[in-house]
């Protein structure tokens, strides 16, 4: 931006001149035209010349990742970065670009490029306003203020009506099921709901904290977002089941399986994390969870023709991820989603999917991150999908459920994401895949 620019009042280009267009839009120096000509600049150019450049460094931080998407610098080894800002937000956000000569030439070289790269960062980021893009991090933690207290009835000790009146005597009012979303965000001070969506499932305003709340320590109720509730719920084996739960702790959704399972069947859960076995093992424990066999130990190790896991009918896996769906995170923490960590966590889940898939006895399998990242998402199951053949098919997952898979692939919006905006939960993502009756027993 140190360019010595200065302004002229008609659209025509000039060798040697450094004139910025009417119209907030670009005019730009044919390269090595010499050194320019100097034009007192007329005030409204002037003040156009000041918009350009400060909606320019408004936007930086969304023109920089623009622009390594695109990997215009590494095609256009001339292009100063600060020019190549001015150029792309003009070309995309600005009134069009209204230079000539060949920095016109360039900028439209890279327009489908461009272009596509911004309409990619807004499915990401779910937002279809280039405004919106600004402060996603804002945004998230707006919406995260949003998201209630949900809290899930442990079956396994207790039951909703006893809670219900538990709460009741602690001067907490019972509004009854909740008819929409929005009732959930209206609520406020000592009031709750039973959720619309899953039946065990208690809904308080956000600021609620019941972790000394006597139900709470002694594991007759989970304090446990409603999205992370989904997975479980989808899987649904029934009592006398044999259920893997592939990447298990610190447990949740396992103290869900098996009170779903009401303590019959077996349940076997893994995690290679030694620590987080450990609390997993209290947790179960607190939560009064029998039937179940947890072992430290990396899934991808676990033998499938092992006559153990012969019976296996249902797998729960929730692989490690980003995390980016997390509203409790720091804004600064979703940068450490690199290009190159996200490959390689979308590695491991594919590997850990198509693992999971190959159990002999296996119907249905549920896979779900607390990742906004396509990559960990529907690529993921769409590659593993496409490796397995026609052995395992993709069954639409609570259809009445408001948000949906994006579409990556056709057949991706049988799957269903979450987020604090359209459905008051942290971000998540679950898919169902189910064995098809003639499918083949290997991956292609
Ligand atoms: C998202 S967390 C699981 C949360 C858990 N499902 C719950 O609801 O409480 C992912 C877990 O996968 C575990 N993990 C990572 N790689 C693994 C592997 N190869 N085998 C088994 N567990 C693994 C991590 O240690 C972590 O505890």
Same mark, same amino acid.
Request: charged letters at 20%; one cysteine or more.
């Given at each position: 931006?140190?360019?010595?620019?200065?302004?002229?009042?008609?659209?025509?280009?000039?060798?040697?001149?450094?004139?910025?267009?009417?119209?907030?839009?670009?005019?730009?120096?044919?390269?090595?035209?010499?050194?320019?000509?100097?034009?007192?600049?007329?005030?409204?150019?002037?003040?156009?010349?000041?918009?350009?450049?400060?909606?320019?460094?408004?936007?930086?931080?969304?023109?920089?990742?623009?622009?390594?998407?695109?990997?215009?610098?590494?095609?256009?080894?001339?292009?100063?970065?600060?020019?190549?800002?001015?150029?792309?937000?003009?070309?995309?956000?600005?009134?069009?670009?209204?230079?000539?000569?060949?920095?016109?030439?360039?900028?439209?070289?890279?327009?489908?490029?461009?272009?596509?790269?911004?309409?990619?960062?807004?499915?990401?980021?779910?937002?279809?306003?280039?405004?919106?893009?600004?402060?996603? *991090?804002?945004?998230?933690?707006?919406?995260?203020?949003?998201?209630?207290?949900?809290?899930?009835?442990?079956?396994?000790?207790?039951?909703?009506?006893?809670?219900?009146d538990f709460f009741k005597r602690?001067?907490?009012?019972?509004?009854?099921?909740?008819?929409?979303?929005?009732?959930?965000?209206?609520?406020?001070?000592?009031?709750?709901?039973?959720?619309?969506?899953?039946? *065990?499932?208690?809904?308080?305003?956000?600021?609620?904290?019941?972790?000394?709340?006597?139900?709470?320590?002694?594991?007759?109720?989970?304090?446990?977002?409603?999205?992370?509730?989904?997975?479980?719920?989808?899987?649904?084996?029934?009592?006398?089941?044999?259920?893997?739960?592939?990447?298990?702790?610190?447990?949740?959704?396992?103290?869900?399986?098996?009170?779903?399972?009401?303590?019959?069947?077996?349940?076997?859960?893994?995690?290679?994390?030694?620590?987080?076995?450990?609390?997993?093992?209290?947790?179960?424990?607190?939560?009064?969870?029998?039937?179940?066999?947890?072992?430290?130990?990396?899934?991808?190790?676990?033998?499938?023709?092992?006559?153990?896991?012969?019976?296996?009918?249902?797998i729960l896996l929730d692989p490690?991820?980003?995390?980016?769906?997390?509203?409790?995170?720091?804004?600064?923490?979703?940068?450490?989603?690199?290009?190159?960590?996200?490959?390689?966590?979308?590695?491991?889940?594919?590997?850990?999917?198509?693992?999971?898939?190959?159990?002999?006895?296996?119907?249905?399998?549920?896979?779900?991150?607390?990742?906004?990242?396509?990559?960990?998402?529907?690529?993921?199951?769409?590659?593993?999908?496409?490796?397995?053949?026609?052995?395992?098919?993709?069954?639409?997952?609570?259809?009445?459920?408001?948000?949906?898979?994006?579409?990556?692939?056709?057949?991706?919006?049988?799957?269903?994401?979450?987020?604090?905006?359209?459905?008051?939960?942290?971000?998540?993502?679950?898919?169902?895949? *189910?064995?098809?009756?003639?499918?083949?027993?290997?991956?292609?």
């Amino acid at each position: 931006m140190s360019s010595p620019w200065s302004c002229r009042k008609n659209h025509r280009s000039a060798r040697g001149v450094y004139p910025l267009s009417l119209a907030g839009g670009l005019w730009a120096p044919e390269p090595g035209a010499g050194p320019p000509a100097l034009i007192a600049p007329a005030p409204q150019h002037v003040r156009r010349l000041y918009a350009l450049v400060s909606e320019t460094l408004r936007y930086a931080s969304v023109l920089e990742k623009l622009l390594d998407g695109a990997a215009l610098l590494q095609a256009e080894k001339k292009l100063a970065p600060q020019l190549a800002k001015v150029l792309v937000y003009d070309l995309l956000f600005g009134k069009g670009l209204k230079c000539g000569g060949r920095w016109k030439a360039l900028a439209r070289r890279h327009r489908a490029r461009l272009e596509a790269e911004l309409a990619r960062m807004k499915v990401r980021h779910r937002v279809s306003r280039n405004e919106d893009l600004l402060a996603p *991090e804002k945004a998230v933690s707006a919406a995260a203020s949003q998201v209630p207290r949900y809290v899930r009835v442990n079956t396994l000790k207790t039951c909703v009506d006893d809670v219900i009146d538990f709460f009741k005597r602690q001067g907490y009012a019972y509004l009854g099921k909740a008819a929409s979303v929005e009732e959930l965000k209206a609520l406020s001070g000592k009031k709750f709901l039973l959720d619309l969506h899953l039946p *065990e499932l208690l809904v308080f305003p956000s600021q609620t904290d019941l972790h000394d709340n006597l139900l709470y320590t002694s594991g007759h109720i989970i304090l446990q977002d409603k999205a992370s509730c989904l997975p479980a719920f989808l899987l649904g084996p029934v009592a006398g089941s044999h259920v893997i739960d592939a990447c298990a702790a610190p447990g949740n959704k396992t103290s869900h399986l098996a009170a779903i399972l009401k303590n019959k069947g077996q349940i076997f859960a893994f995690d290679v994390d030694p620590k987080r076995v450990a609390t997993m093992n209290t947790l179960l424990t607190r939560a009064g969870v029998t039937g179940c066999q947890l072992a430290q130990q990396d899934f991808l190790t676990v033998d499938p023709r092992d006559p153990k896991y012969s019976r296996v009918t249902h797998i729960l896996l929730d692989p490690s991820c980003s995390g980016s769906g997390m509203v409790t995170r720091g804004p600064g923490e979703e940068a450490a989603s690199s290009a190159e960590r996200l490959q390689a966590l979308a590695g491991f889940q594919r590997r850990v999917l198509s693992h999971a898939l190959s159990f002999p006895a296996l119907q249905r399998l549920v896979y779900s991150t607390c990742s906004l990242h396509q990559e960990e998402n529907e690529d993921v199951v769409q590659a593993v999908l496409q490796e397995w053949g026609s052995a395992f098919r993709l069954v639409p997952a609570f259809p009445s459920w408001p948000c949906r898979g994006l579409t990556a692939f056709s057949g991706s919006e049988n799957c269903l994401r979450a987020s604090p905006a359209e459905t008051l939960t942290h971000g998540f993502f679950v898919a169902v895949l *189910e064995r098809c009756k003639e499918g083949a027993a290997a991956p292609r």
